[in-house]
């Protein structure tokens, strides 16, 4: 089980059809990509000294640098690297390039997020090859096609394609045969299994737990009365390298995305309520208009609040109709902040997202009696059209006028 494979391919398995890919450092990388000077220097993909860690080079990683961690920290670790602003447009055209890539190998592609998928190459092996020769074959074309590297794991479920990808990074590929799962696992430590996190590894650890193989030769019952049945059984199959076996496909590019959000850090933290309901509308005015322009429109308002000590909490409310109007989401932001009944407690962060979402065109509208036929969709859509005009400054909310962003 090499990290990667010379020509022979000596562990490969055609047994192993789930494929794993995830993208090295991506936000960093594509913003190396744009800008040579930065290559082999330590790079930091932030929004500001107040924003977070969204990618770092491996040149800025070996200084302890990590994603969501705090900018300003970020800087104190590796003062001698490059802090860029990320750009989100790129980033999702670089992805979705990437997404096509994958389909054209597969049409069983299941997107994990802008820069990871699994994939399942069973049906590609007549024409292609064997999944690690698939693997090997993705890699080189994303290196050529997007300047990009990504690592690969191959295996027979989900689970351990995942851990193989982790294991491979970074510029790797790693197969996991079908009949060496557990030799791969049972030397790790159980915190690398997919979906352990702090609080189950330190109950695995105060249990005497400390490698996977350690879980797998525990008995359930323990296991159960220390974690309760699902997380127990769901642990005890991984360990002996059980798991999802299939690749549910993203849906299509026409159908929505589940969610979409925004949010904002301040540049100090705040307790001023006014501050905060200013911010929730330019958010809620932003969410709205990518949601018009997207055609969906969505039901769920969640808001997000994070705190001076980055304790962070959400609250969440389901309206009786979907919308994609910034009124009715501020508005619904607000009565989830205002009901936390939050007093002199400074905010580092605040944050609204629309969930369970669907194409407008596909959603109706129940108009309560006596309400107008017409009314605030209607004039944000003029909105839109004068903003499309005139740009982006052309006509804002009234309380946002003259007020600078926090």
């Known amino acids: 089980m090499s990290r990667d494979w010379p020509n022979t391919w000596p562990n490969d398995d055609w047994r192993c059809p789930i494929l794993h890919i ?27 000294h107040r924003g977070v860690v969204l990618s770092a080079s491996y040149a800025a990683r070996v ?55 699994f994939l399942d190459v069973s049906g590609a092996g007549r024409r292609l090859g064997s999944p690690a020769r698939i693997g090997a074959r993705l890699r080189a074309q994303i290196a050529t096609e ?34 060496r799962a557990t030799a791969f696992l049972h030397p790790l430590d159980v915190g690398e299994l997919w979906g352990v996190g702090e609080v189950t590894a330190e ?14 030769h525990t008995p359930l019952a323990l296991l159960r009365r220390a974690l309760g049945a699902a997380t127990a059984d769901h642990l005890h199959t991984l360990s002996w390298g059980g798991g999802r076996s ?42 709205a208009g990518r949601l018009r322009t997207g055609a969906l429109v969505g039901r769920t308002i969640t808001l997000r609040v994070r705190f001076a000590d980055f304790t962070t909490i959400t ?38 997202r629309v969930e369970g979402l669907r194409t407008a065109a596909g959603s109706s509208r129940q108009l309560e009696l006596g309400a107008r036929e017409h009314g605030w969709a209607e004039a944000e859509r003029a909105v839109d059209k004068a903003v499309a005009r005139f740009g982006s400054n052309a ?12």
């Open 63 to 117: 200084h302890g640098v990590r994603s969501a961690m705090p900018v300003m920290r970020a800087r104190r670790l590796c003062p001698h690297a490059v802090l860029v602003a990320p750009d989100f447009a790129l980033f999702s055209a670089v992805s979705a390039a990437v997404m096509e890539t994958f389909r054209s190998v597969t049409p069983l592609v299941e997107a994990m997020s802008l820069d990871e998928a």
């Open 22 to 48: 995830d993208m090295d450092a991506f936000y960093a990388s594509v913003a190396v990509r744009e800008r040579p000077d930065l290559q082999g220097r330590a790079v930091i993909v932030g929004g500001g």
């Open 203 to 216: 109950q695995l650890h105060r249990l005497g737990l400390r490698t996977v193989g350690d879980l797998a």
């Open 395 to 406: 006509i804002s909310p009234a309380a946002l006028i003259g007020v600078p962003r926090p």
């Open 315 to 352: 609250r969440s409310h389901t309206l009786r109709d979907s919308t994609d109007v910034a009124v009715e989401i501020y508005a619904t932001a607000t009565r989830l902040f205002d009901a936390l009944g939050l007093q002199r407690a400074r905010l580092r962060l605040v944050g609204v």
């Open 146 to 179: 997007q300047q990009i590297s990504c690592s690969v794991g191959v295996a027979a479920t989900t689970d351990l394609a995942k851990l193989a990808s982790r294991r491979a990074k970074p510029d790797g590929l790693l197969v996991v045969p079908r009949d």
């Open 246 to 287: 299939t690749v549910s496909p993203r849906r299509s590019s026409d159908e929505p995305d589940r969610s979409m959000g925004a949010d904002e850090t301040f540049s100090r933290d705040t307790d001023d309520p006014d501050v905060i309901h200013r911010e929730l509308l330019r958010l809620s005015a932003k969410l």
